[in-house]
């Protein structure tokens, strides 16, 4: 086992203007090599906060990763960093030098003396090949058996080094045989309290497999994490956790790792010969964009009505006058009649309406700001229909809802039929 | 002046599988705001690990600014750590506790004992308010004037709480003057390549104020960033700047800064007494839940029909039969039925109709894959249909259809009476 912590060296890389991908792929790529990654970060180009970044990263990890700052400018200071930081000098890599002066020689430019900068390593490094750039990286060794592996910052140049250099170079040294395994359980209908409340024990239990609950926009996702010395061990590991977490969490998950839930959505219509449609006046739309995410939804999804003026409401969807005069917009009974007049006119086996205050106007005492009524009509002609008061501003009540409506529609779906397979 | 560094918590961002862009956002609001940003670290949900990162990063810089492990759950440990680096213990914010109680009772849900902790804060922090979740942010003081301040990791709770909260707080305790003013012009119905050859050598002339031109999903921004003592000085500095692009741009630009292309339309509508309605095939809803994104907009925004099956676009849009038989739905004469239709029925004085191929499946030899015709239906019953054929993928055509609808809509409604004051 190996643990390293990730130095990103660029200035540019703390104005925000750029967002640091570099950082993702290493980690992800170490990850799966067995490599424990500690923490990461980004510094800029400061020759002594680079070196304390270092040294305090190398007190708690085995090694560092390092990318960018390797280039032939004066900026370029992780070199000098890593030296400072280990205590080391440089000596010329004779091999990169000549492999430079082949290059400049080929495109017909004359070397300069910083070009033969970037041919210095730390004393005592092992050269990391570089297959698309004239830079070397390198991996420099401390007194103590720690060390600071760097690669170039140009994605292109940093890729390949990482697979084809490092990885095999730290599986070698390390006898790495490990990976890491991840399997998603995606949950709507459920707030990440009640997950955690359910499924608390099992998190504190377990190290490996490591469980991580993730919200997002009204839905959660369970991880669950396994190192193991193949795939088929981590899954071996991960399928106990897997079949207890879903026996706690019955009836909230709707599909695993790469699913969408309007994907779901779409193959139980489709399974069961059955077609939807949408009459949404608050959520303006978003139900339907949802459900035509998913490529093929012109088989399950018939269209709908975005009846954001009662006028259309009346016109489009056969919503009773009086029914609007009596109980307002926002009402259980026009969203019920909103459903009804979808399916019926729409020609759906299913329709779904929405109707309520997206805000940050129209609230009275009785309808603040945030109530929505979803109503969904089923076959045979049955409505039901549901009152929530979703909080946030007008755009998260909007999405909220729209999250609401489709959880409505698959918890419809899944129970349509008593035994119906999950989705897998 | 005042330094910091940045740390994002999370064991999932060390894990590669997502790209942190919440740190990129953090950087940038603070590098606005005259705040240096020296380094930024990920580390996972380790308390150890987590309290030596801050403790590091307290001995190089004044303040840390934390995002993430703000949840319920027992691995969201930053008030933890955040104690435990600076010495302090916890105390309950009695208002965030009512404020999460309100939360719970409205959505009819249970408060769990884990919510609760969300409630306290380290003692004698100053809070910083959720407006869009239950998790409340704060700034915890360290005993030698250092400072942690901790957001959520949620983009839609921590931006606000940022912008809104931290940066206010941190102008005013450290009387930041130095800082960079931006001015955003925010274009449409032009191209990024066609931009960068109409000023090209601006962006080469300008150091300060420097020029950048940023694109996403069929628009773009070119934001001009002025650094001086304050913000009138920055503002004169871009004064001259701005206004030739402008020139150049005459005919692109709809709006400034936070402006959006919807706002600006709902704004146009409003002054010329219009209504708009959608008739939507290929885009699913994107117009109209892109209309309904600006407060207030049932004001100019009627509804509309998702008329994703033929059946609809007859039933719902007096679409002839005949003419879908005779050219396909994705056409010319369909489009333009569809917007007439829409005007007609939903009772509007215009109308956006789109039909198209979004695929991946549904192409033939002469309709490709990002075929997609656009019809707007003024007033006076003309119609206009412009043919285009968008590059990339079924969300990418889908979101860039929707862009394209809307910037034809947006040019209606500026020539639509020759002496339109310009929308500031």
């Not at 390797?70 to 492999?99: F, H, I, R, W, Y």
């Not at 409340?197 to 396994?226: Q, T, W």
């Not at 259980?332 to 309406?353: K, P």
């Amino acid at each position: 086992m190996v643990s390293v912590e990730l130095v990103a060296v660029g200035t540019e890389l703390l104005l925000g203007q750029l967002v640091d991908t570099n950082t993702a792929f290493v980690a992800h790529r170490l990850a799966d090599a067995g490599v424990d990654v500690y923490a990461s970060h980004a510094v800029g180009d400061n020759r002594e906060r680079i070196v304390s970044t270092l040294r305090s990263a190398l007190s708690r990890a085995d090694g560092v990763v390092t990318t960018g700052g390797l280039g032939p400018t004066v900026d370029d200071l992780t070199k000098e960093a890593v030296c400072d930081a280990l205590g080391l000098d440089t000596e010329l890599d004779q091999a990169s030098l000549n492999k430079m002066e082949d290059f400049f020689t080929a495109v017909g430019r004359t070397m300069r003396e910083n070009n033969v900068k970037q041919a210095m390593i730390p004393r005592g490094a092992r050269v990391l090949p570089n297959a698309h750039g004239t830079a070397p990286g390198f991996v420099a060794f401390g007194a103590d058996g720690t060390f600071v592996a760097c690669m170039p910052g140009v994605p292109g140049e940093m890729k390949p080094m990482l697979t084809e250099h490092l990885v095999p170079f730290l599986r070698e040294r390390y006898a790495l045989s490990t990976g890491v395994t991840t399997r998603v359980l995606r949950t709507v209908n459920i707030a990440e309290s009640e997950i955690d409340h359910r499924i608390a024990d099992l998190f504190r239990a377990s190290e490996n497999p490591k469980i991580a609950v993730l919200a997002h926009g009204g839905r959660c996702d369970v991880k669950i994490m396994a190192k193991a010395s193949s795939p088929q061990d981590a899954q071996g590991m991960i399928a106990p956790l897997q079949a207890e977490i879903e026996r706690r969490l019955d009836g909230f998950v709707f599909g695993h790792d790469g699913e969408t839930l309007e994907g779901v959505i779409h193959d139980l219509l489709q399974r069961h010969q059955l077609t939807v449609s949408v009459a949404e006046s608050c959520t303006g739309g978003r139900i339907a964009a949802a459900l035509t995410r998913t490529p093929g939804s012109s088989k399950s999804f018939v269209g709908g009505v975005v009846a954001y003026d009662n006028s259309v409401k009346i016109s489009h969807l056969g919503v009773a006058r009086q029914t609007l005069d009596s109980f307002g917009a926002v009402s259980e009974q026009v969203v019920c009649e909103m459903a009804l007049g979808a399916v019926e006119r729409l020609a759906s086996t299913l329709a779904i309406s929405t109707t309520g205050i997206a805000g940050p106007d129209g609230a009275t005492r009785e309808k603040p700001v945030g109530l929505v009524w979803i109503a969904l009509a089923g076959t045979n002609g049955t409505v039901n229909a549901r009152r929530t008061e979703f909080p946030g501003n007008r755009a998260a009540i909007q999405d909220r809802a729209t999250t609401a409506a489709l959880g409505m529609l698959w918890k419809y779906l899944t129970a349509w039929e008593p035994n119906v397979p999950r989705p897998t």
